[in-house]
């Protein structure tokens, strides 16, 4: 325990430091650390390959997409908008008088995150929570994922050489420095990113203190992809099949559910797909104990069939790709099961009548961060496409046009979450530049002297920070 | 529970064609609600004073807030900036490559929400959290609070006029109709405000749905005011006896601790203002019983004395203001107790000695609505001002300069939360133009036809909405 209230305890204080430096300041620290991550790309790859098997090539360009990551808070940073400032001027002949009002966001204080196991950087000790964090103000004590403790510690310390002080990033290990963790006093938010079970026992853990404190988690998500008939089945099942076992289907984003109509070849070439992909080791003997598990009760299920199996490559303990195959009525038969993630390479090809069939089995499914359509020329389905939409944007943060789920772009639009398990709190995004907002808390001044306002709340706007002024939004 | 469900099936099928309306064609159904209260306000008012005993002064002055903040919303929507329309283009040189990405946000579905007993206006039926809600896009259940059943009929039956599908403001009365309220499948998000005890059990329950859902609550505050010593001591007096009194001290800013200088006369000043005001009747029963279980509590604590009581008035049933009075050091034995909320007009004057003694205590009070300071020509307490500030402004949500936390604001740069027990979700408002966010899902739509787009998310920007583009805000 005193390994964890010493890393919260410097967390607090460095932070107190932290958040008083000018963003743009932070902005250029950040970029600081995206250099010191590529620069140490030779050393870091092959430490996570022994512990994920993950491979030369997805960690090289992990590490790369981890040091965009920083590259994009410093943009954030630097454009100023995060800030959110908004000022109304008094109005004393309003009835009531109104006060001058302004108000900003500001970090939230230390921040807990829980890194997950299928990405050793890029959701972990240096992944998006972290950056975000770090970019909004925050100093971060991160619990390291069991999985890569190695990788954890040596990302912790290329990260800090880069910090101005080392006390900014904390690192626990172990299983049981969640609870104290969670329950430290002045931990002020939670970020997660794990399994069901795993967010659910932290969610209980938060409500048991005094002072609940923001939890933002990612959960799960099972992706559907709804197949329209005016597209292409072997297109579909090419890119089907690679999505499904891109990482060995350990991506949060893996589409776990198709839907395909019945008719058209879409089941055949989907089997044929899959029957040729190539398993692989799993990151953990944990995950990969509970994929075949999941997959022993999917197969023994009643509404579901066998269409194919993969094969599972040379690796020691690889696990095969699986597609089952149901009706749409049996599937609806089998929900909730048979709507829950299955976390590797394996889905459920559900054969639809009428696309209007949909309509009554999608909203049943549980909130995912994505949702996918496949289709021909627009017009084709016009009106399928309208009424799948509908219900789509209601179920999941990110909806894809002919496209995979897989692969997650970090950029301003970007959307990671959904409705619950995709998302403990849907508003909110886990990956992408709006990522920010959830270690930030708006503070208003009311009536507060211009010299000991905020510059970003100064009439002059010394920063040129976006400014919403009496209402209208300026640039 | 038929008439639950029946009210919330009817805001579903609403919802689904209230959301399909353009933001602007709402903020014209919004301001047509604004004039419905107004032309009512000579009904309205009356059986509102039956049941709560606010008088008519006060009665019409929170239509007249109540209908503001149906026009605020109004103006919300025809900016168009709630939207948060972002677009990245895509990038194919990129590596990876980039698709196009554009992210809006978008209603999130039914809400419920749980009316206040203090404002029978403007937290309740008719309250933020419904115009807030109905101007996302959202239709909306209320449960009615128990404290004034007839004038939330009547003010729904004057909301509803005014809207396209009455189904949009649904209405449910009674303790027991907000667990199923809660429980529904439908049900997206919850608003509540009230007590803590009420919010814990709220948050209870949606704990235990299948899909927590979000939930927005304002559960208590005790809304500090630090006295610096440069302040004079009859206007901090006269201040806040008022704001004390206010409402009979059913505010949710009311001014619960003041902290100020053992010397200078403060205390006495205090003491003799707040013998010279009058309390009146409360709002319920409940409320009634409540206070004067609290005050009597508060008075057996060893660490306080009394320090003066208000006269009761001519009003049946009325209650006295009370204020007691601790030395610093007493004050922080007594915590965390002497720092919950007493609802009701009673608070507690700490004496300190010196103000970087604050330092210490401060942080150990819970979370705030407001805190406030107050101080002569800013110089002379320089460095106690920057001390106290840093501490504050993680302690609330709104900081007050010179003047008194009671009435709020209603305008773009208001901020009303803070951390827990003020807000569950601290990122978030429950007044002001932000708090529209709290209804609000983002979703991003990758590589998504351009035909199919939302207009706030098409390159030619047909509604005029401020939008990021390629990381640029244009408006």
Redo the contacts between chains.
């Keep these: 325990m005193t390994g964890i209230d010493t890393a919260v305890e410097r967390a607090e204080e460095a932070g107190?430091k932290w958040r008083a430096i000018p963003a743009a300041e932070r902005a250029t620290i950040l970029e600081g650390v995206a250099d010191a991550l590529l620069k140490h790309a030779d050393e870091l790859w092959p430490v996570a390959d022994a512990e994920t098997h993950l491979g030369e090539v997805r960690l090289r360009?992990e590490i790369?997409r981890t040091a965009s990551q920083f590259r994009l808070f410093a943009?954030v940073l630097r454009?100023g908008?995060a800030a959110e400032a908004?000022?109304?001027h008094a109005d004393p002949q309003a009835?009531?008088p109104?006060?001058d009002?302004?108000?900003m966001n500001?970090p939230?204080?230390v921040v807990a995150v829980f890194a997950a196991s299928n990405f050793p950087f890029a959701f972990s000790v240096a992944g998006g929570d972290t950056v975000s964090a770090l970019a909004a103000g925050c100093a971060v004590v991160v619990k390291a994922h069991e999985g890569h403790p190695r990788t954890s510690d040596l990302t912790a310390s290329v990260v800090r050489q880069a910090l101005p002080d080392p006390g900014l990033l904390g690192l626990v290990h172990g299983f049981e420095a969640g609870g104290p963790l969670v329950r430290h006093p002045l931990v002020?938010a939670v970020g997660f990113t794990g399994s069901l079970a795993g967010g659910t026992a932290v969610?209980r853990l938060i409500?048991q203190r005094?002072?609940?404190?923001?939890f933002y988690g990612e959960l799960g998500s099972v992706n559907p992809v709804i197949v329209l008939p005016s597209a292409d089945p072997a297109t579909v099942a090419a890119g089907f099949a690679a999505s499904l076992t891109l990482g060995v289907g350990q991506f949060c984003t893996n589409p776990g559910l198709v839907f395909v109509p019945e008719v058209g070849g879409f089941e055949r070439e989907i089997g044929d797909a899959v029957a040729a992909t190539t398993g692989g080791r799993m990151l953990t003997a944990k995950i990969h104990d509970g994929y075949l598990r999941a997959v022993d009760l999917l197969a023994a299920r009643p509404e579901v069939a066998r269409l194919a199996t993969g094969a599972a490559g040379a690796a020691p303990d690889a696990v095969t790709p699986q597609v089952f195959t149901a009706s749409l009525e049996a599937f609806a038969d089998g929900l909730?099961e048979l709507g829950e993630e299955c976390f590797g390479p394996a889905a459920i090809v559900v054969k639809y009548r009428d696309p209007s069939d949909l309509s009554a089995v999608l909203p049943r499914l549980?909130?995912s961060l994505t949702a996918t359509v496949h289709a021909g020329p627009?017009a084709e389905d016009a009106g399928a496409?309208g009424a799948v939409?509908?219900v789509l944007?209601?179920l999941?943060?990110?909806?894809?046009?002919?496209?995979w789920p897989t692969?997650v772009?970090v950029?301003?639009?970007?959307?990671h979450?959904?409705?619950?398990?995709a998302s403990?709190?849907?508003?909110?995004?886990s990956v992408?530049?709006?990522a920010i907002?959830?270690w930030?808390?708006?503070?208003?001044?009311?009536?507060?002297?211009a010299?000991?306002l905020p510059p970003e709340l100064q009439d002059g706007n010394p920063l040129g920070v976006?400014q919403?002024v009496?209402?209208?939004?300026?640039?």
């Design positions: 107190a360009g790369g943009e454009d908008g908004v000022i109304d009835t009531p109104r006060p009002v302004r108000r500001r939230i204080g002020t969610r409500d005094p002072d609940p404190i923001p909730p549980p909130g627009e496409v939409v509908q944007q209601r999941a943060g990110r909806l894809i046009w002919n496209g692969g772009a950029t301003w639009a970007m959307h979450g959904g409705p619950w398990p403990t709190a849907s508003a909110h995004t992408g530049a709006a907002r959830r930030l808390v708006p503070v208003a001044y009311q009536d507060w002297p010299a000991l976006p919403r009496d209402g209208r939004l300026r640039v």
